[in-house]
């Protein structure tokens, strides 16, 4: 599962993955003791940790540091309402070849076009 946290009354989302609720509930937990702001989950898809690349990819000319990148209020609005399973065509999440799934490519455009606009 592919999570998106946001840090209250800032841009900044963190776009991470993690294996069920229930490690994402801990994993919130642990990263609000570091943080000055209140931190909310403002989404989740479906995905693995192939699909948390292609996300980190597709926004890194918006990357802070770490997993976190700063997002407009458009981009912050999109990711919350997108929900659609997004895999990669391969089981192996180091070797990602989008290009061969015809199905995911036209999810991919889509969700590039909602989140480049």
């Known amino acids: 599962m592919i999570y998106f946290i946001q840090a209250a009354e800032t841009e900044m989302v963190k776009i991470g993955f993690t294996d069920s609720h229930e490690t994402l509930k801990v994993r919130i937990k642990v990263l609000q003791t570091g943080s000055p702001y209140e931190l909310r989950v403002i989404g989740t898809v479906a995905g693995d940790i192939g699909t948390e690349k292609l996300l980190h990819a ?4 918006d990357h802070e540091r770490g997993e ?3 997002l407009t209020d458009e981009q912050i609005y999109t990711l919350s309402q997108f929900e659609c399973e997004l895999r990669p ?10 290009t061969k799934d015809n199905e995911f490519m036209a999810v991919h455009d889509e969700l590039i076009q909602r989140i480049r606009k």
Request: overall charge negative.
């Open 68 to 70: 976190w990148f700063k």
């Open 58 to 61: 597709l926004f890194h000319n």
């Open 89 to 98: 065509a391969t089981d192996n999440p180091q070797v990602i070849d989008f």
